[in-house]
């Protein structure tokens, strides 16, 4: 079973300013999807940006994007120019393939973005 | 194009009663997941099915909790004979493949008393 690991609990950023948020995973498969999602205080989670693990290149959602390191095991999610709305609990998921297609979730990181 | 649907948002149950969610997939979609969020947590996988079909249940408990996601109508969770421990956020997911991304209602939130 995958592990996911992020490392940073909380995190603070002045609005329009860069954060990056970090996450490292444990996989025995070769191909496989990444994912960041968000979860605003309603609750909702909300798909951020994807990276399917057999491309090199990064994917970029508009302010998103990822430094995806595949040997290292690393997926970070970079947010430029930081909005308020973009305070929310942010997760890191995997998923596995093999028939299961299930997500891994991190434990999390809650980005606050300041006024 | 509604998004996926779960009801009810909140639902409350003592000790010992049955709980009943349900979640209607994204138009189009046939693959169905639950997940479970305790507070402060991430969510955990529970269970993977299609139309008629479990095909992945190792997140759930062997005993008291059921899914099913039948031909017709939305994808049941149900829980049995529920315990304070069961009181969590309950999330349900759909997407069209298992090689397309999941898309995720906005939970229900079950709290026992």
């Known amino acids: 079973a995958q592990t996911v690991t992020q490392s940073q609990p909380e995190m603070s950023v002045q609005e329009a300013e860069t954060v990056t948020l970090s996450c490292t995973y444990d996989?025995?498969?070769?191909?496989?999807?990444l994912f960041w999602y968000k979860q605003p205080p309603s609750r909702q989670m909300i798909l951020v940006i994807r990276?399917?693990?057999?491309?090199?290149q990064n994917a970029t959602e508009n302010r998103f994007s990822v430094n995806f390191q595949k040997a290292a095991k690393s997926f970070s999610l970079k947010i430029s120019d930081s909005q308020l709305g973009d305070t929310a609990m942010y997760f890191c998921?995997?998923?596995?393939?093999?028939?299961?297609?299930?997500?891994?979730f991190g434990k999390g990181t809650k980005l606050t973005v300041n006024p | 194009n509604a998004g996926v649907m779960q009801n009810p948002r909140h639902l409350v149950r003592r000790r010992g009663q049955e709980a009943r969610l349900r979640c209607s997939p994204m138009?189009?979609?046939?693959?169905v997941y639950w997940y479970r969020q305790l507070p402060e947590e991430g969510l955990k996988f529970m269970v993977y099915l299609q139309k008629e079909n479990i095909i992945d249940e190792s997140g759930m408990p062997k005993e008291r909790f059921s899914a099913e996601f039948p031909k017709e109508g939305p994808s049941i969770l149900r829980i049995q004979q529920v315990v304070r421990g069961d009181s969590a956020a309950y999330f349900c997911?759909?997407?069209?493949?298992?090689?397309?991304?999941?898309?995720f209602g906005q939970g229900t939130r079950l709290t026992v008393v």
């Open positions: 997911a759909s997407s069209q493949g298992s090689a397309n991304e999941a898309f």
């Open positions: 138009k189009g979609h046939s693959h």
């Open positions: 996989t025995s498969e070769s191909n496989y999807y």
């Open positions: 990276q399917e693990a057999y491309k090199q």
């Open positions: 998921a995997p998923r596995e393939g093999g028939g299961s297609e299930k997500l891994v």
